[in-house]
């Protein structure tokens, strides 16, 4: 099992992947405190962050992290993958700024659990509707 697990996030593509996150995550947080500096409310500020930052992130992962062509087939799905994190990502927000961390910084504890659940949806999504033949 300790195996599968190397296997699935010790490789270039997680890597890459971490490292498009990477970029993500500091421009979602940078839109996230924008918003929130504008009176949005966190939870909302969090989620139109996410939703801006994966318009970049898609065509970064199609290019770097799966070496896809970028097809309507694909985008139409991509944002799928980004569901579950945001998700949490959303409640984890609400739940850290009632019990009192600054709401400029809430986001951030969500990353630990929302960066390997998106990058396991995103390949999963990546992987049915690649046009490439399986191994």
Do not use: R
């Not at 927000?93 to 949806?121: D, H, M, Q």
């Amino acid at each position: 099992m300790i195996k599968k697990i190397k296997d699935k996030f010790l490789n270039k593509q997680f890597l890459t992947f971490g490292l498009i996150g990477g970029f993500n995550t500091i421009a979602s947080q940078i839109l996230y405190i924008v918003f929130v500096g504008v009176n949005v409310v966190p939870s909302i500020s969090s989620f139109l962050g996410d939703v801006i930052t994966m318009v970049i992130s898609y065509f970064m992962n199609m290019k770097y992290t799966y070496h896809e062509k970028c097809t309507w087939k694909n985008a139409v799905t991509f944002p799928i993958s980004y569901l579950p994190g945001i998700v949490i990502n959303m409640i984890i927000v609400a739940i850290v700024v009632k019990v009192g961390i600054p709401k400029e910084y809430a986001k951030l504890f969500s990353l630990p659990i929302t960066i390997p659940v998106n990058y396991i949806c995103m390949s999963i999504i990546v992987k049915l509707t690649s046009n490439k033949p399986s191994k």
